[in-house]
């Protein structure tokens, strides 16, 4: 499941919506299942995922649902319904419990920002509980006339019953579909680094905890045994990602509403009253808030902190890396032991006559020629490159994993584009320009940045001498 904000400039057509529909209701259908299937006695289901499911599909979604949608979806809850034997008219009422919480749920969240509908905004999680009451007091309203129908209880504990139900649900499933990640983007940007995470004892440690702790709960047992893992809980909260912290916040809830149906886990006080199930689906929804909370808030830091880091590491006029940011940058880069047995190259790039282009053309105009040059040497080199502005018209890239011959190339790939290249000054007039540059090659990852840049450096000189417009090797 991904959500493309370009995707809604492109008109779907009938096969794409009736495609969309259908996956609406296959997942309705089986989601529906196993909600009956965790059924307790007395109970219709001890977790029921299908609600909050569908909601999170039809946000996440690029357009707003169609009446395919819906009517697939409608199938799909009235075809579980009688394929597990329940009756056309019961099948009918608890449709009419279901559908009103989804489509309330969506006008609230489809109208908030996306940084609240993804949690990633410090004040989402308030927004995003409001949300949650709302679609789950919408079910809860439908339960007043439903449940006095279907069980003769009454509208006031038909409201209450409904309401708990999907308040655990929502509050489980729905931050897990919310905070999903792109896959494809993120294998995308996964496979572009050359240093993918090694194994690491300390980030399992969070996961390991909240496994004891539950582990532990079924051992003990008691009340506070729902209690056990919240600590774990906040760990993970702090050291994974939303989309982690919700999906373990997830199997939280469903754990402990299954393990306690099933007797697994005996809290030491009876759960078979309709009252106590409440009282419990209550307790979970709360306690699930705590680390959603905290990961949210987290997310929205470290987000912050990224782009101080961006703005203090990249050079303001041309986007690419500052002196201080590529050094870094090399240093670490150079250091990865994957490469430490493969080739690398530096770079050093100096546009030509550049005193003469600020002389003629203005400070205004120079600026122009270095943001230039920086996104056509940019379009020239490779994914994992780094390219920097170490100070006035000079530049450096560091080529990972690069012969002499192919750093030769890149080099002379971007001599030859900017020298074709025409900057267009904002005063209308325009101008042609070329670049000098030095390559340094290392057979492998042994010298540091600081000696190779120099080398370059040198190669630099030697091709300003030599004539500019042109490559040197050092």
């Given at each position: 499941?991904?959500?493309?904000?370009?995707?809604?400039?492109?008109?779907?057509?009938?096969?794409?919506?009736?495609?969309?529909?259908?996956?609406?209701?296959?997942?309705?259908?089986?989601?529906?299942?196993?909600?009956?299937?965790?059924?307790?006695?007395?109970?219709?289901?001890?977790?029921?995922?299908?609600?909050?499911?569908?909601?999170?599909?039809?946000?996440?979604?690029?357009?707003?649902?169609?009446?395919?949608?819906?009517?697939?979806?409608?199938?799909?809850?009235?075809?579980?319904?009688?394929?597990?034997?329940?009756?056309?008219?019961?099948?009918?009422?608890?449709?009419?419990?279901?559908?009103?919480?989804?489509?309330?749920?969506?006008?609230?969240?489809?109208?908030?920002?996306?940084?609240?509908?993804?949690?990633?905004?410090?004040?989402?999680?308030?927004?995003?509980?409001?949300?949650?009451?709302?679609?789950?007091?919408?079910?809860?309203?439908?339960?007043?006339?439903?449940?006095?129908?279907?069980?003769?209880?009454?509208?006031?504990?038909?409201?209450?019953?409904?309401?708990?139900?999907?308040?655990?649900?929502?509050?489980?499933?729905?931050?897990?579909?919310?905070?999903?990640?792109?896959?494809?983007?993120?294998?995308?940007?996964?496979?572009?680094?050359?240093?993918?995470?090694?194994?690491?004892?300390?980030?399992?440690?969070?996961?390991?905890?909240?496994?004891?702790?539950?582990?532990?709960?079924?051992?003990?047992?008691?009340?506070?045994?729902?209690?056990?893992?919240?600590?774990?809980?906040?760990w993970c909260a702090l050291t994974y990602s939303l989309f982690a912290t919700a999906g373990i916040t997830l199997f939280f809830c469903m754990w402990t509403l299954l393990a306690i149906s099933s007797g697994v886990l005996q809290i030491g006080?009876?759960?078979?009253?309709?009252?106590?199930?409440?009282?419990?689906?209550?307790?979970?929804?709360?306690?699930?808030?705590?680390?959603?909370?905290?990961?949210?808030?987290?997310?929205?830091?470290?987000?912050?902190?990224?782009?101080?880091?961006?703005?203090?590491?990249?050079?303001?006029?041309?986007?690419?890396?500052?002196?201080?940011?590529?050094?870094?940058?090399?240093?670490?880069?150079?250091?990865?032991?994957?490469?430490?047995?493969?080739?690398?190259?530096?770079?050093?790039?100096?546009?030509?006559?550049?005193?003469?282009?600020?002389?003629?053309?203005?400070?205004?105009?120079?600026?122009?020629?270095?943001?230039?040059?920086?996104?056509?040497?940019?379009?020239?080199?490779?994914?994992?490159?780094?390219?920097?502005?170490?100070?006035?018209?000079?530049?450096?890239?560091?080529?990972?994993?690069?012969?002499?011959?192919?750093?030769?190339?890149?080099?002379?790939?971007?001599?030859?584009?900017?020298?074709?290249?025409?900057?267009?000054?904002?005063?209308?007039?325009?101008?042609?320009?070329?670049?000098?540059?030095?390559?340094?090659?290392?057979?492998?990852?042994?010298?540091?940045?600081?000696?190779?840049?120099?080398?370059?450096?040198?190669?630099?000189?030697?091709?300003?001498?030599?004539?500019?417009?042109?490559?040197?090797?050092?």
């Open positions: 499941m991904t959500e493309n904000p370009a995707a809604s400039d492109v008109l779907p057509t009938s096969g794409d919506k009736f495609r969309a529909a259908l996956f609406v209701g296959v997942v309705v259908y089986f989601c529906s299942i196993f909600g009956i299937l965790t059924s307790p006695p007395g109970v219709l289901a001890a977790y029921w995922p299908t609600n909050a499911v569908l909601l999170g599909i039809l946000i996440r979604r690029s357009r707003p649902p169609n009446w395919l949608d819906w009517l697939s979806a409608f199938a799909g809850y009235l075809v579980s319904d009688l394929v597990m034997a329940h009756s056309l008219s019961k099948g009918l009422l608890l449709i009419c419990t279901n559908l009103p919480g989804v489509i309330t749920g969506y006008l609230i969240f489809s109208r908030q920002p996306k940084p609240y509908r993804t949690l990633r905004h410090p004040r989402a999680m308030p927004r995003f509980v409001l949300g949650v009451l709302g679609a789950s007091a919408a079910a809860g309203t439908s339960g007043i006339f439903v449940h006095p129908i279907l069980f003769g209880g009454s509208p006031a504990y038909g409201f209450a019953f409904w309401f708990c139900t999907e308040l655990v649900s929502y509050m489980g499933i729905l931050p897990v579909l919310l905070t999903m990640p792109n896959v494809k983007r993120w294998l995308k940007d996964h496979r572009r680094r050359a240093d993918w995470p090694s194994f690491r004892l300390d980030l399992l440690a969070p996961l390991l905890a909240f496994a004891v702790s539950l582990g532990l709960g079924v051992h003990w047992g008691g009340p506070g045994a729902i209690l056990y893992a919240v600590p774990a809980m906040l006080a009876a759960v078979d009253s309709p009252l106590a199930v409440m009282s419990l689906r209550v307790g979970l929804s709360l306690t699930a808030l705590a680390p959603l909370t905290v990961a949210s808030v987290m997310v929205a830091r470290n987000e912050l902190l990224e782009r101080l880091q961006h703005a203090a590491s990249h050079d303001f006029l041309t986007h690419v890396l500052n002196r201080s940011g590529f050094l870094t940058q090399a240093g670490e880069l150079l250091a990865t032991p994957q490469l430490l047995r493969h080739p690398v190259a530096v770079l050093m790039m100096d546009i030509d006559h550049f005193k003469k282009v600020n002389d003629t053309y203005g400070h205004d105009g120079g600026d122009q020629v270095l943001a230039s040059f920086a996104t056509v040497a940019q379009s020239c080199l490779r994914g994992g490159d780094l390219l920097g502005r170490l100070g006035g018209e000079e530049f450096a890239v560091l080529l990972p994993g690069c012969s002499a011959q192919d750093a030769y190339t890149i080099a002379q790939r971007i001599c030859d584009a900017f020298a074709a290249h025409t900057v267009a000054l904002r005063d209308g007039r325009q101008l042609n320009n070329t670049v000098s540059i030095g390559v340094c090659c290392a057979p492998r990852i042994e010298n540091d940045i600081a000696a190779m840049l120099s080398a370059a450096d040198t190669a630099l000189y030697r091709a300003k001498e030599n004539g500019r417009n042109r490559v040197e090797l050092a």
